[in-house]
T-cell receptor, first 113, second 117 residues
Framework: KNQVEQSPQSLIILEGKNCTLQ??????????LRWYKQDTGRGPVSLTI?????NTKSNGRYTATLDADTKQSSLHITASQLSDSASYIC????????????FGAGTILRVKS | NAGVMQNPRHLVRRRGQEARLRCSPM?????VYWYRQLPEEGLKFMVY????????ESGMPKERFSAEFPKEGPSILRIQQVVRGDSAAYFC???????????????FGQGTRLTVV
């Protein structure tokens, strides 16, 4: 079954600290993996997109890694800010179904001052 | 470019009424996707449309739900005879092309929050 599992479900960190969010997927055949940020009450906004041949991609303080062999990805946030408080969603594209997007349930991050 | 516009942002309907959710894609985008998000859950695919065509409706419930994307005007997600279980956030995304490969970004609207009372 094509699934995307994320951990932890929620996370609280102090402002300025780093954190890493995890994503495991069973989607096959795999096309690409995306990380989105969703603020409360808003639509998801893309952070990174990676193909199977990419191991890492950065977008400012966000760095995503991908291990296509183990089907794992992580999103590392450096020097967290209060505005990083949001849900972070791992999304995998299923090549077999026209690259249909399969969403994880998200990790809710709360950054405290 | 105003981005993907969804309206209304909030919609309250009584059980048995009809709900109409509208989505205007970004300028130049001819592909629209609808997703549903229940509380504490991830977004679930419902339907993918191009202008005047339904390409993939595999995530759409067989009854009461329908979607269209006419040649002119926004895409409409229509829910007839709403029930409490239809209460959710409905998101629309648009893209310039498909399939959603690495060079094809999907941009999301702010969503419509439907509450059935």
């Amino acid at each position: 079954k094509n699934q995307v599992e994320q951990s932890p479900q929620s996370l609280i960190i102090l402002e300025g600290k780093n954190c890493t969010l995890q994503c495991n997927y069973t989607v096959s055949p795999f096309s690409n993996l995306r990380w989105y940020k969703q603020d409360t009450g808003r639509g998801p906004v893309s952070l990174t997109i990676m193909t199977f041949s990419e191991n890492t991609k950065s977008n400012g303080r966000y760095t995503a890694t991908l291990d296509a062999d183990t089907k794992q990805s992580s999103l590392h946030i450096t020097a967290s800010q209060l505005s990083d408080s949001a849900s972070y969603i791992c999304v995998v594209s299923n090549m077999e179904y026209g690259n249909k997007l399969v969403f994880g349930a998200g990790t809710i991050l709360r950054v405290k001052s | 470019n105003a981005g993907v516009m969804q309206n209304p942002r909030h919609l309250v309907r009584r059980r048995g009424q009809e709900a109409r959710l509208r989505c205007s894609p970004m300028k130049g985008h001819s592909h629209v996707y609808w997703y549903r998000q229940l509380p504490e859950e991830g977004l679930k695919f419902m339907v993918y449309l191009q202008k005047e065509n339904i390409i993939d409706e595999s995530g759409m419930p067989k009854e009461r739900f329908s979607a269209e994307f006419p040649k002119e005007g926004p895409s409409i997600l229509r829910i007839q005879q709403v029930v409490r279980g239809d209460s959710a956030a409905y998101f629309c995304a648009s893209s310039r092309g498909t399939p959603l490969g690495v060079n094809t970004e999907a941009f999301f609207g702010q969503g419509t929050r439907l509450t059935v009372v």
